[in-house]
């Protein structure tokens, strides 16, 4: 068989695996082991554990169990909550501004953990059944936070940005850096379409009989006042972050053991999180999540492993490169790419798999790789909001099962249409992401 018959195949027999609904780490090692076994010598086979461990054998890779206990340690303790809690007394006389609120508290979520199943996990839990209290749609009210949790791989400390930091050998300071911008921007234009969409609401409910849409909280100035030193906690955690990592004092990991320790300091001392019944359910949850991640990580590397072995990236790179479509056209089929890929794999896995087959047309196009990280980002978050995978849409649900599926999917489809315009408004403005780390790191 030749290079592009045995890719075609293998590419077909992944797919299948994985709309099959085995897990991604499996359909992954299972298709490269079976691979390996009918077209590799039997000396790879027997490297398995030692090319398995070399995926993994990277110092940079210690952030990710880190930053996931960032997120774990404030989520399980009455720290998501406070942040909530804070954000909305602020925002309540916006229009929408229980919704805004809910935004806000993903962005600044996001900004400690790196996670966007644990962004919409934690915010939601309060922020869901609030929103249904005063008058808020189901679809809306969910649609919203698992839009909003998607901020989680965009906003720094993101996971995302440091393995496709890793593996297209930029530094991971420059792409943290670049998601602030578009982090802020995307944020502020969910909170925008919820304004926009609660003013509709609210003048619909004065036209008609439905006043239960107008309830509404007061907070006197004192109460506001009151619940500012809730947030200062979260903003000392991101100021030490940012500081750290930005003004050169450490690497991203050690930034990452900064923060955790940082936010385990946090929550025994503010919040009384020091028993042993309290501190169980936060290293579990972060042991629990990590080892899929890494597991996703180790058998996505093999993946690529064999692909590159058996001349299948390399072929797939040439054919790309040689297509003839102009900047913009490679560009825009690169992104449905990615779009599509994401209904069936969470973001981890396609950047691991197709950076390294993608990334020489893009830099033949001239396309700056830390830009292209941004954007590459930015258009995986459709995936986690995107039935049949979804990750964001199932956390909602678990959190809120009386919101049906369908409901869920039509109350997320205005925020898939804002992040799609969005990434069309970063390529024709690339310096909305480059700004900040041209300031930075090229004085």
Known sequence: MSPNEIGILFIAVALILLLSGMPVAFALGSVSVAFMLAFMPPANIADLAETLYQGLDNFTLLAIPLFILMGDAVGKTGAAEDLYE??????????????????????????????????????????????????????????????????????????TFILYGIVVEQSIGQLFIAGVVPGILLASLFALWVGFKSHRTNRRALRGDDRAALVRDAFTLRERVRALPRLLPFIVIITIVMVTLYGGFATPSEVAGVGALATIVVVALVYRCYRWTDVKPILVGTARESCMLMMI???????????????????????????????????????????????????????????????????????????????????????????????????????????????????????????????????????????????????
């Open 86 to 159: 804070s954000a909305y007394r602020w925002l309540y006389r916006l229009p929408g501004g229980l919704g805004i609120a809910n935004v806000v508290g993903c962005a600044i979520f996001a900004a400690m953990c790196g996670s966007s199943t644990a962004t919409a996990a934690a915010i939601g839990a309060m922020g869901i059944p609030e929103m249904r209290k005063r008058g808020y749609a189901g679809g809306l009210a969910g649609g919203l936070v698992a839009a909003g949790g998607t901020l989680g791989i965009l906003i720094p400390p993101s996971i």
């Open 297 to 443: 990580i180790a058998m996505a590397f093999l993946f690529t492993y064999v692909m590159s072995y058996l001349h299948i990236t390399q072929e797939a790179t040439q054919w790309l490169v040689g297509l003839p479509l102009s900047r913009w056209e490679y560009l825009f089929w690169i992104d449905v790419l990615v779009l599509l890929l994401g209904f069936f794999l969470p973001p981890v896995a396609i950047i691991l798999m197709i950076t390294p087959v993608i990334m020489p047309g893009l830099r033949a196009h001239g396309f700056d790789p830390v830009w292209f990280g941004v954007n590459m980002t930015i258009v995986m978050e459709t995936g986690l909001i995107h039935p049949p995978v979804g990750l964001n849409l199932f956390v909602i649900q678990g959190i809120a099962p009386d919101i049906s599926l369908r409901e869920l999917v039509l109350g997320v489809l205005p925020f898939i249409v804002i992040i799609l315009a969005f990434v069309v408004l970063l390529s024709a403005f690339p310096q909305i992401a480059l700004w900040l780390p041209h300031a930075f790191f090229h004085h």
